[in-house]
């Protein structure tokens, strides 16, 4: 199974996102504030970019694995080796202060926020844990680039977001 993460909007203290699941969209994602980590950067590189609690994992190729996340006793998905990250999730939550550096899931109905987390997350829990019984391999890559799907001829695709959001006038 693989989970795409399109990094759509870069705010000045939130990241929003669209989630695609084996090509076909699922949800929007809300994580903290891009900073432009990589993990083809130094993990120097990228600790020192890194504000604790305030960036979003660096852009990458992750293999998803299933937690049981004791403090609200709930499985939920898990990013592995994240360079300069640890226990990094899929959760639920509202908004920037819920992330903690994980990755939100829900839909992206208010300025800055996300709606109906639990049932997306859930939702999302529920396919891993089906690919992984079938002996799937699971991962997210985490990217600015539009998914190869959605690309269109004649769009600088490679341009991210911020940069086009703001000739564009979007609020997200």
């Not at 693989?2 to 000045?12: A, I, P, S, V, W």
């Not at 900073?35 to 990228?46: G, H, V």
């Not at 829990?125 to 991962?139: F, L, P, S």
């Not at 539009?146 to 979007?170: C, D, F, I, Q």
Request: with cysteine; glycine share 8%.
């Amino acid at each position: 199974m693989k989970l795409y993460l399109f990094r759509k909007f870069l705010k000045e203290k939130y990241t929003i996102g669209k989630l695609y699941v084996d090509g076909k969209y699922y949800c929007d994602t809300l994580e903290d504030k891009d900073r432009s980590l990589s993990a083809s950067l130094t993990l120097e590189r990228n600790k020192k970019l890194k504000v604790y609690g305030q960036t979003a994992i660096p852009i990458g190729i992750y293999h998803v694995s299933l937690h049981r996340w004791t403090k609200y006793n709930v499985v939920v998905p898990k990013l592995e080796n994240v360079p300069a990250f640890e226990g990094i999730l899929i959760h639920n939550g509202k908004n920037q202060d819920n992330t903690e550096g994980c990755i939100l899931v829900g839909k992206n109905t208010v300025v800055g926020g996300l709606t109906d987390g639990r049932v997306y997350m859930h939702g999302l829990t529920d396919m891993i844990r089906a690919a992984i019984r079938r002996g799937e391999q699971v991962t997210i890559e985490v990217t600015w680039m539009r998914p190869p799907w959605e690309m269109r001829a004649g769009t600088n695709n490679s341009v991210p977001s911020k940069l086009l959001e703001n000739e564009r006038g979007n609020k997200r």
